[in-house]
C-alpha cells in the first residue's frame, strides 16, 4: 500500500532555489523537475534537462539546485514495497520518460485526489500512483528496446541537420531531406520533431534569418544579393519572412544600421 503524505503539481520555487536534506526527507520522494536543474548524486554534479525524473529513497541524501528558474511536481510517500524495484525503474536516478506530460497529469490527478474528501481517497491515490508507476516502468522498457537503433538514428538526423543548417543557402525541399535519410515524410517529420522539438522548416528558416542580419550589417551588399546568399530565390518570399521576425524590412534594417538606431529586434515565432 502506497501512502501519500504530501504533493504538488507544477510548484513554482523563486529562481536558483536550493533544496538541501542530507540525511533525506525520511520517506520516498518523486520529483519531476520541469525546469533544468543541478543535482548531486554521490558527490557527481548533474545537470538535467527539462523533464528529468528521479525516485530518492528513504533516507537517501536529497541535493538539487535550479539553474535558474525553479519548477516541479513532487509525492512525497511511504510504500510496503520498494516502487522502483517493484516495477523495474531507477532508484536514486536521474532517468528521462518519453512522455513527461502524461507523468505530469498523473500528479495533477494525485493532487487533486489527495486535497478532496471523497470516499476511498486513499485507496484511489494508491491505484493513481501505481499506475503511473506502471507507466513510467513500460515506458523504459520499450525505450531500452529501441536504444540502440535510436541512438543510429538520432546520430543520422543530426549529421544532417548540421549539413542543412551550414549550408542554409542551398534547396533543402522535404524530399531531399527525406532522400538522405531513406525515410517517408511522416517518418521524417515525427523523428525530427522527437530529436529537436522542432520542424526542418522553422530550424532552416531561423538560420537563414540571422545569417540575413549579418550580411546586412554589410552596407555594400545589395539587399537581393543577401537573400540570394541566404537561400531565397523570391525578394519578396525573403523580406516577408524577414519582417515576420524582426518586424521591419531587410531596406528598413539596413537603414536603421546606418542612421546608428540599431534595428535588432528580438525573434519571434
Given amino acids: 500500500m502506497i501512502t501519500l503524505h504530501f504533493c504538488e503539481y507544477n510548484r513554482f520555487n523563486q529562481d536558483y532555489d536550493t533544496i538541501c536534506r542530507p540525511g533525506g526527507s525520511g520517506d ?3 520529483l519531476l523537475l520541469k525546469t533544468p536543474m543541478k ?3 554521490q558527490e557527481e554534479l548533474i545537470i538535467t534537462k527539462e523533464n528529468a525524473c528521479i525516485l530518492f529513497t528513504p533516507q537517501t541524501p536529497q541535493h538539487y539546485q535550479a539553474v535558474k528558474r525553479f519548477c516541479n511536481s513532487y509525492l512525497h510517500f511511504s510504500s510496503d514495497l520498494n516502487p522502483a524495484r517493484q516495477y523495474g525503474f531507477p532508484e536514486n536516478k536521474i ?14 490527478s494525485i493532487q487533486l485526489e489527495y486535497f478532496s474528501l471523497a470516499e476511498f481517497r486513499e485507496e484511489y491515490i494508491n491505484c493513481l500512483i501505481s499506475q503511473m508507476f506502471i507507466s513510467l516502468s513500460r515506458d523504459l522498457l520499450h525505450c531500452a528496446d529501441q536504444k540502440e537503433d535510436g541512438e543510429n538514428l538520432y546520430q543520422l538526423f543530426q549529421n544532417l ?7 542554409c543557402q542551398e534547396d533543402w525541399s522535404i524530399e531531399r531531406l527525406c532522400q538522405e535519410i531513406n525515410l517517408e515524410k511522416s517518418q521524417f517529420y515525427v523523428y525530427y520533431h522527437h530529436f529537436f522539438s522542432t520542424t526542418p522548416k522553422n530550424d532552416l528558416l531561423h538560420v537563414r534569418m540571422e545569417k540575413a542580419k549579418n550580411l546586412l550589417s554589410n ?3 545589395q539587399v537581393q544579393e543577401a537573400a540570394r546568399l541566404c537561400g531565397f530565390s523570391s525578394l519578396q518570399h525573403f523580406t516577408r ?20 538606431l540599431g534595428a535588432d ?4 515565432y
Fill in 28 to 30: 520516498y520522494l518523486f
Fill in 161 to 167: 541537420r548540421l549539413k542543412m543548417l551550414s549550408n
Fill in 219 to 221: 552596407e555594400a551588399l
Fill in 39 to 41: 543535482i548531486y548524486l
Fill in 95 to 108: 532517468f528521462y520518460p518519453s512522455h513527461p506530460g502524461e507523468t505530469d497529469s498523473f500528479i495533477r
Fill in 265 to 268: 529586434r528580438e525573434v519571434f
Fill in 241 to 260: 519572412y524577414f519582417r515576420k521576425y524582426f518586424g521591419c524590412s531587410p531596406r528598413e534594417y539596413g537603414q536603421a544600421r546606418k542612421e546608428g
